[in-house]
């Protein structure tokens, strides 16, 4: 990764799950790095200490704070010399979500960004992180760039109407945006508060704790899982694409894998010594709960050479040890 060396690089989102990730990985390269989060700035600053102390290159690193659905916040940050915008700060889907707080974080402030940008005369590049949600009920079981985006979920809608800006500013006015599509993430990360964040790394805690897991009826649905390393490699790499890729289109990131949730979890339970799987069927689970689909990575895999490189069985392996580890 020598073409970031020397290289300005805002990541938002950078305590969260992914972004604490991505956080540690740019700690092993010699550029500047502004990190930038909602929470306290201590927490941070105490993520970031632990990756620069296992490194032995000299990373700038400076961390702000802020509510990026202000356009104060982006006023306050922005500037001519940053070349990178790594965007993923975002609201969790929920179910019970407050709808107008999911809009203003994962739709709003994209918009304020962009607008940001264009005021100061800015154009760095910028990578957002979208997801495969967007796709809803798909109609098909491996989805990529040329299926239909159907949200089933005002979240969803939001993130779609992001990649919308994105894309009108990028054909307006020429700016250099490029957005991925994420499946469901897991495995371990350095901050272990956000690791109970995602489905799997939630689901083997609880196996481990509680020695069993347990199935509801979106069992036999399809998803697609992929390992924290092959998601902070894809950023990595959308970063450093050029031209005609960063024209505001969007990439799949997936596994093309199908594998059912009552596979998944079967995985999980060998791995942690063969616990028992309950089936819960009272449970009525929406819409978005049910969609069944994986990505097929091929386009992006095309344009920056990336594929998956864990698969999902040693994936839970290596979880389930770190779960092991640091919680038990």
């Known amino acids: 990764m020598k073409n970031y060396i020397g290289k300005k690089i805002l990541i938002t989102g950078g305590g969260g799950y992914i972004g604490s990730a991505l956080v540690g990985k740019f700690c092993g390269i010699d550029c500047k790095l502004v ?3 909602k929470v306290n700035k201590g927490l941070i600053e105490k993520n970031v200490e632990e990756y620069l ?4 290159n000299d990373t700038l690193v400076e961390i702000v704070c802020g509510d990026i659905s202000q356009k104060k916040t982006w006023e306050n940050i922005i500037s001519p010399d940053i070349d990178i915008i790594f965007h993923l700060a975002a609201v969790e889907y929920s179910p019970d979500g407050n709808i107008m707080q999911d809009f203003n974080i994962n739709a709003i402030s994209v918009l304020r960004m962009l607008e940001t940008c264009v005021e100061k005369s800015c154009n760095p590049k910028i990578v957002f992180s979208s997801s495969t949600n967007i796709f809803g ?3 098909e079981l491996i989805v990529d760039e040329n299926t239909e985006s159907r ?5 969803s809608a939001h993130k779609l109407l992001a990649e919308n800006y994105l894309k009108i500013f990028s054909d307006r006015l020429g700016m250099k945006t490029v957005t991925l599509r994420l499946p469901n993430v897991y495995g371990p990360v350095l901050r272990k508060d956000v690791m109970n964040r995602m489905v799997i790394n939630k689901v083997i805690q609880y196996g481990i704790k509680n020695r069993r897991l347990i199935l509801f009826n979106n069992r036999n649905c399809y ?4 390992y924290i ?3 902070v490699d894809a950023f990595m790499r959308a970063g450093l694409m050029s031209g005609c890729d960063c024209d505001g289109r969007y990439f799949v990131i997936g596994s093309k894998r199908l594998t059912t949730i009552a596979e998944v979890w ?3 339970s060998d791995e942690i010594g063969k616990i028992p799987i309950l089936i819960n069927d009272n449970d009525k689970l929406s819409p978005m709960e049910m969609r069944s689909f994986t990505g097929n990575y091929h386009k992006f895999n095309s344009a920056a050479g990336w594929k998956p490189e864990v698969d999902l069985e040693t994936g839970i392996r290596r979880t389930v040890e770190e779960v092991k580890k640091t919680f038990l």
């Open 53 to 56: 102390h296992s490194s032995l």
């Open 266 to 268: 079967t995985i999980i």
């Open 151 to 155: 949200p089933l979920a005002e979240w």
């Open 229 to 231: 390393e092959d998601i």
């Open 223 to 226: 998803r697609d899982f992929l």
């Open 35 to 37: 990190v930038m989060h």
């Open 137 to 139: 009920d798909a109609g």
